[in-house]
C-alpha cells in the first residue's frame, strides 16, 4: 500500500500564493509520474499538472505561468507552487501517484484531498 499525504491549502485573495506538498510513503520502488487534479463544486476532477520521474513537466491551460510543479525523488514528494490565484481556481486539489512497488506491478495511488479556497 502507498499513502499520499497532501498539504498546504486553504483561503487566499485573489492574486495571492499558496504551495501544496505532496508526500508519497510505503512500497514504493520508484515513483513514475506525479501529478495534481482539482474537482470544483458540480464539475468533474480535471488535470491541472504532471510531471515525470525525469522531471517533464505538462500543465493545464488554464494555470499555465501560474503554477509551477516540481519534485524531490529523495523525498518522494511532489509540489505545487500556485501564485496569482484566481477565484476560479477554487477546488479540491488531489496529488496522485503512478509507481512500481517491489514485485514490479505498476499501480496508482490518490490523496485525500485539500481545500484551496480563493476569496475575498
Known amino acids: 500500500q502507498v499513502q499520499l499525504v497532501e498539504s498546504g491549502g486553504g483561503l487566499v485573495q485573489p492574486g495571492g500564493s499558496l504551495r501544496l506538498s505532496c508526500a508519497a510513503s510505503?512500497?514504493?520502488?520508484?515513483?513514475?509520474?506525479m501529478g495534481w487534479y482539482r474537482q470544483a463544486p458540480g464539475k468533474q476532477r480535471e488535470l491541472v499538472a504532471v510531471?515525470?520521474?525525469?522531471?517533464?513537466?505538462n500543465y493545464a491551460d488554464s494555470v499555465k505561468g501560474r503554477f509551477t510543479i516540481s519534485r524531490d525523488n529523495a523525498k518522494n514528494t511532489v509540489y505545487l507552487q500556485m501564485n496569482s490565484l484566481k477565484p476560479e481556481d477554487t477546488a479540491v486539489y488531489y496529488c496522485?501517484?503512478?509507481?512500481?512497488?517491489?514485485?514490479?506491478?505498476?499501480?496508482?495511488?490518490w490523496g485525500q484531498g485539500t481545500q484551496v479556497t480563493v476569496s475575498s
Open positions: 510531471i515525470t520521474g525525469g522531471g517533464r513537466r
Open positions: 496522485n501517484a503512478d509507481y512500481l512497488d517491489y514485485v514490479f506491478r505498476k499501480k496508482g495511488s
Open positions: 510505503g512500497s514504493i520502488f520508484r515513483l513514475n509520474e
